[in-house]
């Protein structure tokens, strides 16, 4: 029993809960459930004590037979207090919430907190793409873009924890405006809020695509509107025009916004995972296509470009793993 | 004597070889000359030699006394081989130069070879900006954009060995063509070239500049006119409202591209250098505040952003140490 630990994976669309055995990186058992944009810091612990709660009695288990509860979170985290500071893609209102201590006081074991990206970096590098690799990127697409950055084997923190946030990287001087506020940012040119905005705005100039067939009530002009990865896939195997040329615009500035990566940070290989980036091919292959051709030559063509091993659960085990400290 | 070796920094518009005392960091003596775009192989090994036979003469030394030479060239290059591979600022006709094997026959000493920014990001590590910082990112601004990473205490030479080139990361996506042939380069926005290709549009276009009072002949329709650091810093001084705009735009560039390397390698200090950076200070005064402003709020209030200190010598100080392996 001394072997598992409990791996949360907090997303922009849903919270993944995991019981997982830490050395072999296998799933005991598991429990998922929608997340909100309006969530306080009440409720979005709640959402947490629920998946959690799910996935021991999926896996069987109690709480104090694992090794503790690690959770990994889309923003701004302070791992060392174990506190969510803030975060853009999630709940707006929840900033400074003492995420650790909350999970430690209600379920009796070691908790801890990081950012999303990294973990779902540890899962990779523990039992998935990057095993055995020591330097490399991973780049996760869904809601926003995440990545982080292993060197020599080892996460690289940053001076204020937030190293690998390629997704706020300059993309375009001026251009769009971000989630976080800032401008030109390569989330707002790749990630699947960027590619719904795409689609939607089509939609509103009249273009005609299947994804108004494929989602019931979809509503073009509401500020919340989604498009979830498996209709993009959907669409794009369906060969929908606006659908094709929105994922391939983003795919080929996600392309460029790599190609920076490879040029200054060099990695020995790139992991491209997430939600949007694990349906929908055609993403991957312009991702692919684009950072090659405009990579400096040496590190363009060297660079590895490979796709996340772990899935969905990249986070969930990287997250078990910390919790454990293993 | 053993604590001395010869350093040479290859620029875009200068080399300039010293003979340094590789425990004190101390200058022992220095020659610098012109390069040119149109040197062949062997011209530019010339240039070389002509100014360490200037920088020994200088020093009242012989190579023989000095621990080796290093050198430092803009350019891409393989370390373990002494190859200089390529390089695009310097002359467009020398590939696979094999730099170290010949210095070493000429001289009779131990020869190395590194990228310029490298060497410079040592100099700066061993005696100037960086020491004693473990984590950090040297910038130089000139000709090119060149940078260097430093963590925990250890360039990071990235898997093909160019790990740095912050000059070829996007700042537009699409953008102007680079000198290395991509599109939309920071290097295409924030360097002397494209401060110098700025102006010269302006002065085509009918704006006047007393750039065309501080150089005699200058040609705004020559392919390689160049404006000098010098003549950008007294042009400022004097208040002139083209090379001002000019050095803005650059500036404003250069720091949205150094928010993207505090978003994602997220370092505790940038170190900026490089002549024209060295030269004009309104340079500096505009990358660092948009730095600032375009970074993550939590990364971009802590970042520190400084001056590298050896100037015109982390070059062929960072040289010289690699040189004599100390």
Same sequence: chains 1, 2.
Avoid at 189 to 204: E, F
Wanted: glycine share 14%; hydrophobic share 45%.
């Amino acid at each position: 029993m001394a072997n598992y630990a409990v791996g949360v994976d907090f997303g922009g669309t849903k919270v993944l809960a995991s019981v997982v055995d830490v050395k072999s990186g296998k799933i005991a058992g598991s429990a998922k459930i929608r997340t909100s944009l309006f969530d306080s810091g009440d409720a979005l612990m709640d959402r947490i004590y629920d998946v959690v709660d799910g996935a021991l009695k999926d896996a069987g288990m109690k709480a104090k037979e694992t090794q503790g509860i690690g959770v990994g979170i889309a923003g701004q985290v302070n791992a060392e207090k174990g506190l969510l500071i803030d975060t853009a893609n999630l709940s707006r209102s929840v900033v400074d919430l003492p995420m650790a201590s909350l999970l430690t006081k209600r379920y009796g074991v070691d908790a801890a907190i990081r950012n999303d990206v990294q973990i779902a970096a540890i899962g990779e590098h523990r039992f998935g793409a990057g095993k055995g690799i020591g330097d490399f990127i991973c780049i996760f697409v869904g809601t926003g873009i995440g990545g982080a950055i292993v060197r020599n084997g080892e996460l690289i923190p940053g001076a204020a924890g937030n190293a690998g946030e390629i997704g706020h990287t300059m993309l375009m001087a001026d251009g769009r405006i971000c989630g976080c506020g800032g401008r030109g940012h390569l989330e707002a040119y790749a990630s699947r809020t960027a590619i719904t905005k795409a689609i939607l705005g089509d939609l509103r100039r009249g273009r005609k695509s299947i994804v108004t067939d494929l989602i019931d009530d979809l509503d073009p002009t509401a500020e919340h509107a989604a498009i979830r990865s498996g209709i993009l896939k959907k669409a794009v195997q369906k060969k929908d025009k606006v659908v094709i040329e929105a994922v391939s615009d983003a795919g080929k500035y996600l392309g460029m916004g790599l190609s920076s990566v490879v040029n200054f940070v060099n990695p020995q290989r790139i992991i491209l995972g997430g939600g949007v980036m694990e349906s929908v091919d055609l993403l991957f292959e312009q991702a692919e296509y684009w950072t090659r051709r405009e990579a400096l030559p040496y590190a363009g063509e060297q660079v590895e470009i490979v796709r996340s091993k772990l899935g969905d659960f990249s986070g969930v085990v990287g997250a078990a793993v910390i919790a454990a400290g293993a």
